[in-house]
């Protein structure tokens, strides 16, 4: 008889478990970690601004073609890769690049705008794109043909 009560006791302690267990899974995961920082915003809203010494990048909600809606449709919103190469990567007319050290070689590449928006008068408009690259970046030209590994 004893032997029936606490196989019963455990059995409705396990049963208790499970079912928090079960409860606690179900629960939502955090929805802001995945919610779209530009929804109901301006094209012209800044959703975070990177730094490089003193002068201020910002990423804009932007369009289909620019700005965060665009990476976050076409390239994926890299954020920490983005801010390395804004803040230590070279620099050149246009863009930011930081070369990859991988095998196959690969450069990471920040594309901004520091001249106002189409003429709205929003200015700095910011970044445009931002994506990986296949081959290094050089000073002199874009390497097409990676070496071998």
Not at 28 to 46: I, L
Not at 88 to 99: I, K, L, V, W
């Amino acid at each position: 008889m004893r032997l029936a009560r606490r196989v019963s006791s455990i059995g409705a302690a396990l049963g208790i478990s499970a079912s928090a267990l079960l409860f606690s899974s179900a629960a939502p995961s955090n929805a802001a970690a995945t919610a779209d920082p530009c929804a109901g915003k301006s094209e012209t809203f800044v959703i975070k601004t990177y730094t490089r010494n003193f002068q201020a990048v910002p990423l804009r909600c932007g369009t289909s073609t620019w700005g965060y809606r665009h990476l976050a449709a076409k390239h994926g919103f890299e954020d920490s890769q983005i801010a390395n190469t804004v803040a230590r990567g070279s620099q050149s007319f246009g863009f930011y690049y930081t070369n990859l050290s991988q095998c196959p070689p690969m450069a990471f590449k920040v594309v901004f705008n520091d001249g106002a928006l189409g003429g709205t008068g929003v200015r700095p408009q910011g970044i445009i794109t931002a994506y990986y690259q296949p081959g290094h970046i050089t000073s002199i030209a874009h390497t097409k043909n990676p070496s071998a590994c």
